[in-house]
């Protein structure tokens, strides 16, 4: 069984967003048309309270994209995004979630970021989305979202160690930064990953 897993489609990672990837909005359209082939979909969404500590404006003289060490973790430091509740969180009108079975959300907690959407960072606490993929007979996953060097690369390796044949739909997602992503997309192949275009989907499925 395959699962179409949709991360972080949000309003804060689109074009006039407070964390907007470069094109992230060319995916909707992208993503809508591979839902039909799909048994299962589900998403995930980014739900920081207001006073997450990933965010720079909750350390004294921290700027964006700077970096530090929080709770030992390697923690870049990001403009405030996805608020709970926001409508930079919400999902935007033209990405269809008729087909969304279950929304798994992240980020809740102040004290820790949590890119992927199976764990934390510290890999200390999960989702429940991973049993949940296990209960539906899900051995295949294949990823899409934002943004593609962040959370997409952080659920796919994840996906990879939880022993999903896993996917990323290249064309169906977008970086911030894009020698980060070409890094990441080879540590993904390298550890088992396959990556794919949307175009060769239907006829794969
Ligand atoms: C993300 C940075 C911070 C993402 C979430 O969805 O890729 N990136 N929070
Ligand atoms: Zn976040």
């Known amino acids: 069984m395959k699962a179409l897993v949709l991360i972080d489609i949000q309003n804060d990672f689109l074009p006039g967003g407070s964390l907007a990837v470069p094109g992230g909005d060319a995916i909707i359209p992208i993503v809508n048309r591979l839902q039909p082939f799909f048994e299962l979909v589900v998403a995930t969404q980014d739900w920081h309270p207001a006073n997450h500590k990933s965010f720079a404006s909750q350390h004294n003289g921290k700027k964006p994209f700077d970096i530090i060490s929080l709770h030992g973790l390697r923690q870049t430091l990001w403009p405030d995004h996805c608020i709970q509740g926001t409508p930079g969180a919400g999902f935007p009108g033209e990405l269809n979630l008729n087909k969304t079975e279950t929304i798994f959300r992240k980020g809740t907690n102040p004290e820790i ?32 979202g934002l943004a593609g060097d962040i959370c997409v690369f952080s659920t796919a390796m994840d996906s990879l160690e939880e022993k999903f044949i896993t996917f990323i739909i290249e064309d169906a997602t977008r970086p911030i930064n894009r020698q980060d992503f070409k890094k990441a997309m080879q540590d993904f192949v390298a550890g088992g990953g396959k990556i794919i275009q949307s175009a060769s989907l239907p006829a794969a499925l």
């Open 113 to 144: 970021d949590s890119y992927s959407g199976f764990y934390d960072n510290g890999h200390r606490k999960s989702t429940g989305l991973a049993g949940y993929l296990r209960n539906k007979k899900v051995n295949e996953v294949y990823l899409a």
